[in-house]
């Protein structure tokens, strides 16, 4: 062997070796960082249970909501449906309500497919038999495919039917997309994948004229609360969501 050869061979070896060692680990899903958890922030889906979450209105979660690879999703392969929503699924809604707060999760969707988070819902299905009824939604849905994608302030990430979120910034179907949102009193930011696309402030003579003329005008609770709790939208089609955390302001 050449005298110069041995340590060439030698360095690159060291080198693939620490390229293997130094590689990063691929992420872990539905966990807290120890900064995370420094900063206050909660879980609120583990990745393995639907603990912390049931149907609107009961105690339990309807069958169609399942877990899979560290997802909570909807399950849509029967496609038999209670009104827009699945028989056996329903909008699902978190135990605890929050008020202040930043919200943080994942979602995607299936082909042609719409869904939504709505936020400071009042569950009372006594008074509201929907938690649209009182929460406003940050729309879910597939730009490219739903018709409601043709209709201006519809479209995913929009404050749904009151302000439509400039840039449209949704990935592909099959993609995950990564959600803010804050409530600060009467104040409230939509952020998707990185860049904030919206913001408002609720109670003011602008969003009562916007109320005016919206699908909310009839719904004179709409938006009157700063806590309440989450809802994941049961919308009859397919949608996943991780990573679930919360933060109080």
């Known amino acids: 062997m050449h005298k110069y050869l041995l340590p060439v061979l030698i360095f690159g070896s060291a080198i693939l070796s620490a390229a293997f060692v130094f590689k990063p680990a691929s992420t872990i899903h539905n966990q807290l960082s120890a900064a995370e958890k420094k900063g206050g922030w909660i879980l609120l889906f583990d990745g393995k249970s639907t603990k912390g979450w049931h149907n609107y209105g009961t105690t339990t979660v309807g069958e169609r909501w399942k877990i899979e690879d560290g997802a909570l999703y909807l399950d849509v392969s029967d496609k038999e449906k209670n009104g827009v929503q699945l028989k056996g699924g329903g909008n699902l809604i978190s135990d605890g309500e929050y008020e202040n707060y930043e919200l943080r999760l994942e979602w995607k969707i299936a082909k042609c497919a719409n869904s939504g988070i709505i936020y400071n819902l009042q569950e009372n299905p006594g008074k509201y038999s929907q938690p649209w009824m009182t929460g406003p939604e940050m729309q879910i849905l597939d730009n490219d495919c739903h018709p409601d994608a043709k209709i201006e302030k519809h479209r995913s990430g929009d404050l749904y039917d009151l302000i439509t979120g400039t840039p449209q910034t949704v990935k592909p179907v099959g993609e995950w997309n990564k959600i803010r949102l804050i409530c600060k009193g009467d104040y409230v930011e939509h952020w998707q994948n990185g860049k904030k ?42 949608v996943w969501f991780r990573n679930i955390k919360l933060k109080k302001l």
């Open 197 to 238: 696309i919206l913001s408002t402030t609720m109670g003011t003579p602008a969003w009562d004229e916007m109320l005016k003329n919206s699908k909310w005008k009839n719904y004179p609770d709409f938006g009157k609360f700063r806590k309440g709790k989450i809802g994941l939208q049961d919308h009859g089609d397919g």
